[in-house]
């Protein structure tokens, strides 16, 4: 999958300019709400589990009328979230294939025919035609990947585009949306950003959208489209440290 990082460097990032970064707010937010993170993340993947189920659950509470299986993946994310929050406070958080595969071991533990690794076989994704990458490139297409979404010069469409790119690579036999996710928030967190928390209700026109970029060679779209999205997802953000800072 070729980025070409050139042409993502020339869409208009002039409204992203509201965003001021501030890496200590950034975490502080993240952390405040990654409970519904976690439960939005959750709900994307089809897990029946509402948001004080999982708000219970996630204290400790066990909740009863669902599958095992649904609450070890609200489990299994939960951990991913804190993994991911141990990596940044800790400055260890890297764009790179040890911090892909270790969030992924956290994220699909028990769920995926193997976790914390990349896939060896082909899998199919559904409502596309697409054709995943052969196992064999995987490395050589993450490495050649990463050095692209280096080369791009704002933190949130470098972020974007690494979710992007690791969900349609499919690296992982599952959970790579969510492993994507927690990349891309990493980005976001360590350039000073609000994370990027796709809702539940936005479902059917979030995996339109990635039907529609499995289908394409061109990822401008998709990435316009989740700029504006976070744009109107954070833009009290965005705009309360705009005022602060004129103040």
Same mark, same amino acid.
């Given at each position: 999958?070729?980025?070409?990082?050139q042409e993502i460097n020339q869409i208009d990032t002039s409204k992203l300019s509201i965003f001021k970064p501030n890496q200590e707010l950034a975490f502080y937010l993240a952390?405040?709400?990654?409970?519904?993170?976690?439960?939005?993340?959750?709900?994307?993947?089809?897990?029946?589990?509402?948001?004080?189920?999982?708000?219970?659950?996630?204290?400790?509470?066990?909740?009863?009328?669902?599958?095992? /299986?649904?609450?070890?993946?609200?489990?299994?994310?939960?951990?991913?979230?804190?993994?991911?929050?141990?990596?940044?406070?800790?400055?260890?958080?890297?764009?790179?294939?040890?911090?892909?595969?270790?969030?992924?071991?956290?994220?699909? $533990?028990?769920?995926?025919? $193997?976790?914390?690794?990349?896939?060896?076989?082909?899998?199919?994704?559904?409502g596309t035609d697409y054709e995943v990458p052969h196992a064999d490139t995987l490395e050589t297409l993450f490495n050649d990947g990463i050095k692209e979404i280096k080369e791009?010069?704002?933190?949130?469409?470098?972020?974007?585009?690494?979710?992007?790119?690791?969900?349609?690579?499919?690296?992982?036999?599952?959970?790579?949306?969510?492993?994507?996710?927690?990349?891309?928030?990493?980005?976001?967190?360590?350039?000073?950003?609000?994370?990027?928390?796709? $809702?539940?209700?936005?479902?059917?026109?979030?995996?339109?959208?990635?039907?529609?970029?499995?289908?394409?060679?061109?990822?401008?779209?998709?990435?316009?489209?989740?700029?504006?999205?976070?744009?109107?997802?954070?833009? $009290?953000?965005?705009? /309360?440290?705009?005022?602060?800072?004129?103040?």
């Amino acid at each position: 999958m070729k980025l070409h990082s050139q042409e993502i460097n020339q869409i208009d990032t002039s409204k992203l300019s509201i965003f001021k970064p501030n890496q200590e707010l950034a975490f502080y937010l993240a952390k405040k709400d990654k409970i519904d993170f976690v439960y939005n993340t959750s709900a994307l993947e089809g897990n029946a589990m509402t948001y004080p189920e999982v708000q219970t659950l996630l204290e400790g509470v066990t909740v009863g009328g669902h599958k095992l /299986s649904d609450e070890q993946q609200v489990l299994n994310q939960n951990k991913s979230v804190d993994y991911l929050f141990e990596l940044i406070e800790s400055k260890s958080f890297k764009l790179d294939i040890d911090t892909f595969i270790s969030l992924h071991a956290f994220v699909a $533990k028990e769920e995926a025919l $193997k976790w914390g690794a990349f896939r060896e076989s082909a899998v199919n994704i559904g409502g596309t035609d697409y054709e995943v990458p052969h196992a064999d490139t995987l490395e050589t297409l993450f490495n050649d990947g990463i050095k692209e979404i280096k080369e791009i010069n704002h933190p949130i469409t470098r972020a974007i585009t690494m979710f992007l790119f690791g969900a349609k690579c499919q690296f992982f036999y599952d959970g790579n949306k969510r492993t994507s996710r927690l990349m891309m928030n990493g980005i976001l967190i360590e350039g000073g950003y609000p994370i990027l928390n796709i $809702k539940a209700k936005d479902k059917l026109e979030f995996n339109s959208m990635m039907v529609k970029f499995y289908d394409s060679d061109d990822i401008i779209p998709s990435i316009e489209y989740l700029m504006e999205y976070y744009i109107k997802q954070n833009m $009290k953000f965005g705009e /309360s440290v705009r005022n602060s800072v004129s103040v």
